[in-house]
Every structure is written in structure tokens, then in C-alpha cells.
Nanobody
Framework: VQLQASGGGSVQSGESLRLSCSAP????????IGWYRQAPENKRDLVAA???????KYADSVTGRFTISRDNANTTVYLQMNDLRPEDTGVYYC?????????WGQGTQVTVSS
């Protein structure tokens, strides 16, 4: 079972990126899908998550700048990241979870320069 994350890159402060996470339908349809960020020497922290019903949750640091959405037909979750800042730099991982069982993607690097 694999989640595929893509869309990372190197940008300047204030620019935008859109991350994509595709998953097999077996771990997408009823699962909560989340994006986590891990900066060097830091733990992996939740950035945003979306339930199967479309409810969303965001870290305080990204509220108002990032938007998570899901395309159920294509079993893909997106993270639209606007007004990026250097502190958003890190490896972004997508996660699929339900009833205590979690799956992780391989991560995509986001680097924001000031």
C-alpha cells in the first residue's frame, strides 16, 4: 500500500506551491488524509488534515495560507500553499489513517528562501 506525494520544490517567500497525494481507494475513501511537515532535527508535525466528509483542520501557523482539499473521484488530496515563508521549509509527508491504522507516503521537499 503506497501513498504518492508530489509537488514540492524551491520557491521564494510569498510564492505558492500545490502538493498532491494520491492513494489507493482502499485507504482513501473512508480515511482521514493529512499532510505533515518535518524540518531538519524536528519531529513530524501535522500541517493540515481532511476527513472523508470534508471537514478540515489546520495548524495555527498555516491557517489562512494553506488549503487542503480532496478529490474523491481521483483519490487525491491537495495542499495549496500560498504566501510561503522560510519556516514552511521541510519534507512534507501525506498520511492516511483510520481506526488507529496509518499509512505514510515517501515525502516531498519544500524549500522556501527569504
Amino acid at each position: 500500500v503506497q501513498l504518492q506525494a508530489s509537488g514540492g520544490g524551491s520557491v521564494q517567500s510569498g510564492e505558492s506551491l500545490r502538493l498532491s497525494c494520491s492513494a489507493p481507494s482502499s485507504i482513501f475513501r473512508l480515511n482521514v488524509i493529512g499532510w505533515y511537515r518535518q524540518a531538519p532535527e524536528n519531529k513530524r508535525d501535522l500541517v493540515a488534515a481532511i476527513t472523508s466528509g470534508g471537514s478540515t483542520k489546520y495548524a495555527d501557523s498555516v491557517t489562512g495560507r494553506f488549503t487542503i482539499s480532496r478529490d474523491n473521484a481521483n483519490t487525491t488530496v491537495y495542499l495549496q500553499m500560498n504566501d510561503l515563508r522560510p519556516e514552511d521549509t521541510g519534507v512534507y509527508y501525506c498520511n492516511s489513517a483510520k481506526l488507529g491504522v496509518a499509512y505514510w507516503g515517501q515525502g516531498t521537499q519544500v524549500t522556501v528562501s527569504s
